[in-house]
């Protein structure tokens, strides 16, 4: 199986015939398992082999991951802010939490 990418909705028809061959759907994708259209379109558009396995009487299909990933150099490990309490050792990355927590200081006097 393979999945096409192309313009949604976009109908692709033959270029000799001029018959309709198929169309891409709303997110502009196309699976097919049809060696003839899989022959005649992986010349003019991206496409990504997809994984199909039996599963009963359906056909399960993974989706292959792709092969090239892209990373910025400037990558950093992003922490989330801290909110600490002023009164005691009790931290969190909720402000909200913190917000109740103090609450259970009032309830203390």
Do not use: W
């Given at each position: 199986m393979?999945k096409?990418f192309g313009?949604p909705l976009k109908?692709i028809?033959?270029?000799?015939?001029?018959?309709?061959?198929?169309?891409?759907?709303?997110?502009?994708?196309?699976i097919?398992d049809?060696p003839e259209?899989?022959?005649?379109?992986?010349g003019?558009?991206?496409?990504?082999p997809?994984?199909a396995?039996?599963?009963?009487?359906?056909?399960?299909?993974?989706?292959v991951?792709?092969?090239m990933?892209?990373?910025n150099?400037n990558d950093k490990?992003?922490?989330p802010?801290?909110?600490k309490?002023?009164?005691?050792?009790?931290q969190t990355?909720?402000?909200?939490e913190?917000m109740?927590?103090?609450?259970t200081?009032?309830k203390g006097?």
């Amino acid at each position: 199986m393979i999945k096409f990418f192309g313009q949604p909705l976009k109908e692709i028809k033959s270029k000799t015939s001029g018959k309709f061959m198929f169309r891409f759907d709303t997110k502009g994708e196309f699976i097919t398992d049809d060696p003839e259209i899989i022959k005649r379109a992986t010349g003019f558009f991206d496409y990504l082999p997809l994984k199909a396995e039996p599963d009963g009487e359906r056909i399960k299909t993974d989706f292959v991951e792709p092969v090239m990933t892209i990373t910025n150099k400037n990558d950093k490990h992003i922490t989330p802010k801290q909110y600490k309490c002023k009164k005691c050792d009790f931290q969190t990355d909720n402000r909200g939490e913190l917000m109740a927590h103090y609450k259970t200081h009032k309830k203390g006097k």
